[in-house]
């Protein structure tokens, strides 16, 4: 995974909260892996805490760990995704760092049902390692689930942009 990009990426934002004094509630950093079908086993809520500071901290702990759920490259990003939207607040901002495709599609009208009801924002951002086919069936189905940030193609700046257009009209 393209760490350095999501740990970039996280501080930056991070560091715009805490200059700005936006007034954010409630963070939640959810991991997930590959280890086969099991959501239990693929995704971890690593904190959840009204600390910024423990929550930069949580995110630059993270070990990013390859395994071979499937002889393939492609991730459980939809089972994080189901997750976290299943533990997050109404009105709340999820933002999902990628390097590739995903596994369990299926997942996708869950998702954008829950996204909806909770009248949640997902933004889902292509790191500049993005290994996952264009014109394969996951693309798609992110833009589906949430906007979608490709970094390499429309700068870091625009995807931080969002983010604090998001928190200052939902979180001061």
């Known amino acids: 995974p393209d760490k350095d990009s999501i740990f970039n990426l996280t501080s ?53 760990e390859s395994y071979n759920g499937g002889r ?15 533990n997050a607040s109404p009105n709340s901002l999820i933002v999902v760092f990628t390097d590739n495709g995903t596994k369990d599609l299926k997942l996708e009208r869950e998702i954008i049902r ?15 390692q993005y290994e996952g086919y264009f014109n ?4 798609p189905a992110y833009g589906r689930m949430g906007s979608v940030f490709l970094v390499s193609e429309v700068g870091a700046d ?12 939902n979180c001061i």
Request: a positive charge; glycine letters at 6%.
């Open 158 to 169: 625009l995807f931080l942009r969002s983010v604090m257009e998001f928190e200052i009209g």
């Open 72 to 86: 393939d490259s492609r991730e459980r990003m939809t089972q994080g995704l189901l997750v976290a939207l299943q």
């Open 136 to 139: 394969g069936k996951s693309l």
């Open 114 to 128: 829950l996204r909806d009801a909770k009248n949640c924002e997902v933004y889902i951002v292509l790191t500049p």
């Open 12 to 64: 930056k934002v991070l560091s715009s909260i805490k200059s700005e004094k936006i007034n954010i509630p409630r963070y939640m950093l959810v991991a997930f892996n590959d280890y086969g079908k099991d959501i239990r086993k693929n995704v971890k809520i690593e904190i959840d805490t009204e600390d910024v500071e423990a929550f930069g901290r949580a995110t630059k702990g993270l070990k990013f």
